[in-house]
């Protein structure tokens, strides 16, 4: 059964002694599916969690954090500071994609390291590499392609030398802390590094020794895939503003949909005493066309420490600099850690868990940590966002539009433990896809920024929406969504390539071409319309749509015509 929505209070999971079967109303198909995606779901992720430990604590229970260490009277208490067991590094070697540098909640800035030669996919980060080549302000987890990774900056010490653009420095695991909202590590050149951030804004701690060539490289064009156009420019002695456009995600040489500009705006904590660019192309009167880097020279004899406070935004260079004053102004480095580490504890403590081995607890609430970084946070804190149109658009009062929305990866158990946990953000989520369809006639598949990828196969949106309505999620336009998935369902789209044929022949032949990965063969193609189909009728049920429950969970019924009763096949 699905759990009842819930407020955004703590999760109560109990065990039962038997699970009740709900059947479906009569239908016309006589070898329906006896449950939806999210059902299946439901069925793997509950058990998961129960195996870990999760106890039952009543939504008007004491908060957590007053929770008495040691043993109660039902057993072990509740951890009450969950956001103290996470591990960013976990997941950062054997192919998992993730990084350890601090963020937010579905975080629109991650601020982290980058490791050389080694630069795994999204995360940037290999736990097996010894050198840096810069901690870059964006990255996405655990993707299975180049994403991100923007903006680098790398300190050095010394002269700046010929190829700034490849210098790397050494770094030993020894010196390195990683938690949530912090990360931190000594450089082999002696300089101490301190990340935090806020969800749009970050605060970068580098203690150089003393010396007068204390040097910050920004490498512009250094993203994880190919960078179309980087700008510079040097405000004063002490601010620097730019942008990077790059995109292609998983190699996709078009740029038309897949591409994205982040901006960026960086105030320091004292002036630099040289600066200047490399690369690209110098123009008359000295300016310079897509540089390739911009170097900052500080002395720092006298204060050792040069604090950068860097906004992004994927709007405007305007609005990165709103989202710094905003999000972070006169604050310094302590408060905004503390302030990141409880708001991951305000999220992570909606699932109590108690008992096991403090290697357990941590797994666990890094699981979860990982599991809330995505979809993030797109509109910035005057809600403009740039739209899957290019144009920009504002999100409604009291909202956020949101972006990166791996769909194929993310629609069978992630946004249903996302709902339960976050509903507010989740149905935000649901919003913003169905913005992106308002704005181009279909919704996302996997979206990166604001562009569409087309990566993986079949129609993720429609279980995403339906378990996020199934699973509490429920604060968006039913009726607008269900149009939507019905419309994608029926006319002839990008996201569904396969849709004539199917609907021509009952089936797709296996030397058709349906888009994206045909690796993954046409079955599996096939199947994952028949799953998002059933999505679509779950939703019709759930809403009051009788006639439109029918029709599509009939025609999620055409896996049939792909089996061979006589061979088995």
């Known amino acids: 059964m699905f759990p009842r929505p819930r407020p955004e209070g703590r999760l109560v999971i109990a065990r039962r002694s038997r699970r009740t079967r709900r059947r479906l109303p009569a239908d016309p198909s006589k070898h329906m599916f006896r449950s939806h995606a999210s059902k299946h779901v439901f069925r793997s992720v509950v058990p998961l969690v129960v195996a870990l430990a999760v106890t039952a604590a009543a939504a008007s229970a004491v908060p957590a954090a007053a929770a008495a260490p040691?043993?109660?009277?039902?057993?072990?208490?509740?951890?009450?500071?969950?956001?103290?067991?996470?591990?960013?590094?976990?997941?950062?070697?054997?192919?998992?994609?993730?990084?350890?540098?601090?963020?937010?909640?579905?975080g629109m800035i991650q601020w982290g390291p980058d490791t050389s030669p080694s630069r795994p996919d999204g995360g940037g980060y290999s736990a097996t590499a010894t050198?840096?080549?810069?901690?870059?302000?964006?990255?996405?987890?655990?993707?299975?392609?180049?994403?991100?990774?923007?903006?680098?900056?790398?300190?050095?010490?010394?002269?700046?030398?010929?190829?700034?653009?490849?210098?790397?420095?050494?770094?030993?695991?020894?010196?390195?802390?990683?938690?949530a909202g912090y990360y931190a590590v000594t450089l082999g050149d002696g300089v101490a590094v301190q990340l935090t951030d806020t969800t749009r804004a970050g605060i970068g701690a580098f203690r150089f020794p003393a010396t007068t060539q204390a040097n910050l490289l920004l490498k512009l064009d250094d993203s994880q895939e190919q960078v179309d156009a980087t700008s510079a420019q040097v405000v004063g002695d002490d601010e620097v503003t730019g942008s990077v456009t790059s995109g292609h995600f998983c190699g996709e040489p078009s740029i038309t949909e897949n591409d994205y500009t982040l901006h960026f705006d960086i105030v320091f904590s004292q002036p630099f005493t040289a600066s200047g660019t490399w690369g690209g192309t110098t123009a008359a009167g000295g300016a310079v066309t897509n540089p390739v880097g911009l170097y900052l020279t500080f002395d720092t004899t006298a204060d050792q420490t040069v604090t950068a406070?860097?906004?992004?935004?994927?709007?405007?260079?305007?609005?990165?600099?709103?989202?710094?004053?905003?999000?972070?102004?006169?604050?310094?480095?302590?408060?905004?850690?503390?302030?990141?580490?409880?708001?991951w504890n305000r999220v992570l403590r909606r699932i109590q868990i108690s008992g096991g081995s403090a290697a357990a607890q941590a797994q666990f609430y890094t699981a979860l940590y990982h599991a809330l970084l995505d979809p993030s946070v797109f509109s910035d804190d005057n809600g403009q966002y740039t739209g899957m149109d290019g144009a920009v658009h504002t999100a409604a009062p009291g909202h956020q539009q949101y972006a990166n929305f791996s769909g194929w990866d993310i629609y069978r158990s992630q946004v249903q433990l996302a709902a339960l946990v976050a509903p507010g953000a989740t149905s935000d989520a649901v919003t913003s896809m169905l913005n992106d369809y308002r704005q181009t006639g279909q919704l996302p598949k996997w979206g990166l920024a604001d562009g569409e990828t087309y990566v993986q196969v079949g129609d993720p949106a429609d279980p995403i929406i339906a378990d996020a309505y199934a699973f509490g999620a429920r604060d968006f336009d039913t009726s607008a969504a269900l149009a939507a998935m019905i419309h994608q369902a029926t006319a002839p789209n990008n996201i569904r390539p396969g849709l004539a044929t199917l609907a021509q022949d009952g089936y797709l032949p296996y030397d058709g071409s349906y888009g994206c990965c045909n690796f993954y063969g046409p079955v599996s193609t096939q199947l994952e319309y028949d799953t998002a189909d059933y999505a679509i009728a779950s939703l019709a049920r759930a809403t009051g749509h009788a006639a439109d429950y029918r029709r599509f969970a009939a025609q999620a019924q055409d896996w049939q015509n792909v089996f061979n009763v006589e061979t088995g096949y």
């Not at 956001?83 to 937010?104: E, H, K, R």
């Not at 991100?148 to 010490?157: A, E, F």
């Open 70 to 106: 040691g043993a109660g009277p039902g057993g072990p208490a509740p951890v009450t500071d969950p956001a103290a067991l996470v591990n960013p590094l976990i997941g950062t070697s054997g192919g998992g994609d993730t990084f350890p540098g601090p963020d937010m909640p579905f």
């Open 309 to 343: 406070r860097a906004g992004i935004s994927f709007t405007s260079a305007a609005n990165a600099g709103l989202n710094l004053r905003t999000e972070i102004g006169a604050r310094d480095f302590g408060q905004v850690e503390r302030a990141s580490h409880d708001a």
């Open 131 to 179: 050198s840096l080549t810069g901690f870059s302000l964006t990255h996405l987890s655990g993707p299975g392609c180049g994403a991100y990774g923007d903006v680098p900056i790398l300190p050095t010490v010394g002269a700046i030398g010929g190829s700034p653009a490849t210098a790397t420095e050494s770094f030993s695991h020894a010196t390195e802390t990683a938690q």
